[in-house]
Structures are given as C-alpha cells and as structure tokens.
C-alpha cells in the first residue's frame, strides 16, 4: 500500500484559467476529503465522499469549485477561473468507516500558485 | 460546533529538553483529538489520537499527550527534543457527528536548538 496520492504536487497557473487536482485515496478506504491550507494556517475543511457520494461541502467552497469521486475511487478538485486568492496547499485525505473511522491520512498536497 | 485552540504560533526548545505544545478544545459532543505534525512542503502525518479510550496516549517518535476534560486540553508533550523534531505541529478535534471531519488549530512551529 503506497498511501495516498496527489497529483500534480505543484501547480502554476495564471488567474482566470482552470485546474484540476487528482487525489487516489489508499485503496480499501471509502471515505475521501479535501482540505485547504493557506500559508501559516491550519488546514480547512472544503468536502468529503463516502465512495461516490459528496456528502457535505463548506461554504469555502464557491461555485467554482467542483469535486467528483466517480466509481469511488480517485477523486477530482477542480477550480474554474482561478483567483489569486485560491493559491494554497490543496490536500486530500482518507479514512474508512467502522472501528477505524477517525483516522485519516493525508496525502503530500498540491500546491496551487495563481499569478 | 468544533474548535481548537494552540496557544503559541512559534515555541523554540534546546536540543534534549522538554517539549510541550498546547492544545485546548471546544465540543458539544465528546471529542476525538488529534496531534499531526507537518514537515516542509509535505502532507501531514499523524503523530497521536485520542478517542475516548486511555486519558494519556502515546504517539510515534516519543510524542505523548493526555487528554484532560476537566481543562478542555490535550496537551502534546515529548520528554527530550531532537533536532529532527523541529516543524509545524497541529492539534485537530472531530466527532462522531461530523462524519469525522477536522477541525484544525492554527498549528505551532516547533524549533530545536544546539
């Protein structure tokens, strides 16, 4: 088991164009999430999966922000006309439901520069 | 709602001192605490959990907490620093009814001294 993956781990883009973030979870884990870490904070909440199904969202999450998990397995973050205000550490993160359902493990993070 | 506190942004210890980084919680609901640690430009890994079992839980690399509901706090603590020990240190809280997502301080830089 490789652990979580993330790909790309550094992302340059001008503002206005589109990114998209692939996250591959650790492979018997079901649930899958994202995160957001600007420079000097901790990392915040954006959504979550159980397999397929995007069960919650924070409000950081604008509407040009999309996230799928088809099949429930890797996962997509993709953000439309990039803002600087976007550039961060994007991390993905998994866990799976039962005893074990608190503990989650991150990947090494995508980090997103707009200029 | 679910919070946490890490007194101190930056905390500088000597090479084989006592460690201590601080954490308090704020939580309707019974917590599940959490201490990861963040080296540059890397993802984080967990160094300990608390999860309603044993109040003093030891972690990875030495690490311990102790989980104390009368203060709200779950204190991260390391009898002797190594310099391999210097990075960013976050407290995080979830519960049962969140779906166990984290909710984290603001993280603690930690700086080992010769």
């Known amino acids: 088991d490789t652990g979580v993956s993330q790909d790309p781990r550094h992302k340059i883009t001008k503002r206005g164009q589109n990114v998209t973030f692939r996250c591959d979870p650790i492979s018997e884990h079901n649930r899958l999430y994202w995160y957001r870490q600007t420079l000097g904070q901790g990392p915040e909440f954006l959504t979550y999966f159980q397999n397929e199904a995007q069960l919650e969202k924070s409000r950081l999450l604008s509407d040009r922000f999309s996230a799928e998990r088809p099949k429930g397995s890797f996962s997509t973050l993709e953000i439309q006309r990039t803002e600087q205000g976007d550039s961060a550490m994007y991390l993905c993160?998994?866990?799976?439901?039962?005893?074990?359902?608190?503990?989650?493990?991150f990947g090494p993070g995508t980090r997103l520069t707009v200029t | 709602a679910q919070s946490v506190t890490q007194l101190g942004s930056h905390v500088s210890v000597s090479e084989g001192a006592l460690v201590l980084l601080r954490c308090n919680y704020s939580?309707?609901?019974?917590?599940?605490l959490f201490w990861y640690v963040q080296y540059p430009n890397q993802g984080l890994q967990l160094l300990l959990k608390?999860?309603?079992?044993?109040?003093l839980v030891k972690g990875i690399n030495g690490f311990e907490a102790e989980f104390k509901k009368s203060e709200t706090s779950f204190h991260l603590t390391k009898p002797s620093a190594h310099m391999s020990d210097a990075a960013e240190y976050f407290c995080?809280?979830?519960?049962?009814?969140?779906?166990?997502?984290?909710?984290f301080g603001t993280g603690t830089r930690l700086q080992v001294t010769l």
């Open positions: 993160a998994s866990s799976t439901t039962g005893t074990s359902d608190y503990e989650q493990y």
């Open positions: 939580s309707s609901v019974p917590p599940y």
């Open positions: 608390y999860t309603s079992a044993a109040t």
């Open positions: 995080a809280v979830s519960t049962t009814g969140t779906a166990s997502k984290l909710t």
